[in-house]
C-alpha cells in the first residue's frame, strides 16, 4: 500500500423492488432468515433509487455514514454485518493512475467513508431499505474487488434487510428462504430479466410521505409471536402461491398475476390486522384506491391494473400496459387530485428496469 494520502472511490446506483408474493416473518433474527419465499418486481432506477458512494483513504481514522446529507451510526448490528463480510472477501486492488495498491489484507487496517441518498421518501412503506442495503453491499463489493456472483452478494444484503436481498437483480427476483441454519441457501436468484415483460407500468401513488409507525422490522416480529394467520399462510398458502405466480410471470398471464398480488397483498395486511396490538399500516385512502382498482376491474371483464401495499399506505399499481396506465392515471388524478383534501401527494411513473451500476 503507497503511504501517500489518496481516496479511492465508487459510486452504484440501485433501485428498490416491490413485493408482489410478501416477506412478512423471520424465523432467526440475527441472520434475517425468513419464513417463506417471497418475489418482487424491481423497479426502474430512474425513479425509486438509492445511490451510494464509498470511499477509502488511509485518512479516514475510522468508519463513517451519511445518509441523505446526516451522519448515522453504523454501530447496529445489520452495518456491522455487512461491512464483516464484505470485508473479509475483499480482494487485490490496484488503481496504476494514481498509483494505489491495495492487498486482500490491507482492507482490515482501512476505514470507509459511505455516503448514501434515496430520491423517495425514507421509511415511508416504499422500501428505503431495500435500495439502500443492496447498493451499499454493490459499492463496497466494487470498491473491495469482492469477486462474488449477485446471488452470494444478495446473501450479504439480506443481513441489512430482507427485502434488500432482491435489490441485487433486475426484473422479477424471488428470494428463496432456504433451510440452512447459517442462512448460505437463503439467496436471491432472477426469475425473468426487465425486458421479459417490458408492457408492465409501476404506478406509486404517495399516499403518505411520513414514516411508518410500526416499522417492518418490530411489525413482523410481533406478527411471528402473535399472528396465527401467518402461520397458516407461511406453511399452507404461501408455497402454493409461490408456484403459481412463477408460472404467472413465465407466461406472462397478467389475470393470474393480478389475482396472486392482489391476494397476497390483502392476506398480508390481513396478517397485521391478526397481530396483537393489530397493525394498521394501509389508511382511508389505501382502501379507497383497493375498490376503485377492483372495481375497474370487475367493469372491464378482465384485470387491467394490479396493486400491492407494503408496510405503509402508498399505492404500488402495476398496469397491464402503457394504455391503461394512462387511463389509471388520469382516474387517480380525478379522484384523488395530489394536495386536494385527500391526502394524497404526489405519483411516481416508471417501468420495471435493471439494476445500473453508475461509476
Ligand atoms: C412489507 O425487508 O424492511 O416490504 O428484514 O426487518 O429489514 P427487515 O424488513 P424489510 O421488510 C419488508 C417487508 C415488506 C414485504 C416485502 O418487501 O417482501
Redesign the pocket.
Known sequence: MATEKWVLMVTAQTPTNI?VI???GKRDETR?LPVND?I?VTLDPDHLCTVTTVAVSPAFDRDRMWLNGKEISLSGSRYQNCLREIRSRAGDVEDKEKGIKIGKKDWEKLYLHIASHNNFPTAAGL?S??AGFACLVFSLAKLMNVEEDPSHLSAIARQG????CRSLFGGFVKWTMGSKEDGSDSVAVQLADEKHWDDLVIIIAVVSSRQKETS??SG?RESVETSLLLQHRAKEVVPKRILQMEEAIKSRDFASFTQLTCTDSNQ?HAVCLDTSPPIFYMNDTSHRIISLVEKWNRSEGTPQVAYTF??GPNAVLIARNRKVAVQLLQGLLYYFPPKSDTDMKSYVVGDNSILKEAG
Open positions: 413485493a410478501k416477506y412478512w434475517i417471497s418482487s422500501a431499505s431495500a434487510s430482507g427485502s434488500a417492518s422490522t413482523m398480508f407494503d408496510a
